[in-house]
């Protein structure tokens, strides 16, 4: 969806919830877009960091960044990458999720991704997918790779 808004000449913004401050591919390449606003703003998946507090202090300092592009009507896309997973383990409180979705501006799209959406953010969404894995590389002991996972 980035990569379609861009091409569109749109103006976009993705926070990264979770993802810590390790380069990814898509990073590297979406950093080349000046219309593009990219923030990594999480200390590595939870499971890693084991600090309960630092990741909400991180998470909560994301979902500010995401507030104000919400709030900001020259954005047409907000993507807001594994909120759900800040909303699932409790990082980020779900009420100022709703109301900045509520009050963005008309012709601004907002995405939220991770899984676990909690019902009150699927009811008021246009779109939701649900994305299951069958098979992963990781449970057979592969480290995630370059141009794959990261």
């Not at 591919?25 to 998946?45: C, D, K, N, S």
């Not at 800040?86 to 409180?93: C, I, M, S, T």
């Not at 894995?133 to 141009?147: C, E, L, R, S």
């Amino acid at each position: 969806m980035v990569a379609r808004a861009l091409g569109h000449g749109m103006k976009v913004a993705v926070v990264q919830f979770i993802k810590g401050h390790r380069t990814t591919g898509e990073e590297t390449f979406f950093r080349r877009f000046p219309e593009l606003e990219y923030h990594v703003m999480g200390e590595g998946f939870t499971w890693e960091t084991q600090n309960p507090d630092l990741d909400r202090r991180a998470a909560l300092a994301a979902w500010q960044t995401a507030a104000g592009f919400l709030a900001d009507p020259s954005f047409q896309l907000v993507v807001m990458d594994e909120l759900n997973i800040a909303l699932k383990l409790g990082l980020v409180p779900l009420d100022p999720v709703l109301v900045a979705l509520d009050n963005r501006p008309p012709h601004q799209h907002a995405v939220v991704t991770g899984r676990g959406a909690p019902p009150e953010l699927i009811e008021i969404a246009d779109t939701v997918t649900e994305m299951r894995p069958i098979k992963h590389a990781f449970d057979a002991g592969v480290k995630a790779q370059p141009g794959i996972e990261l």
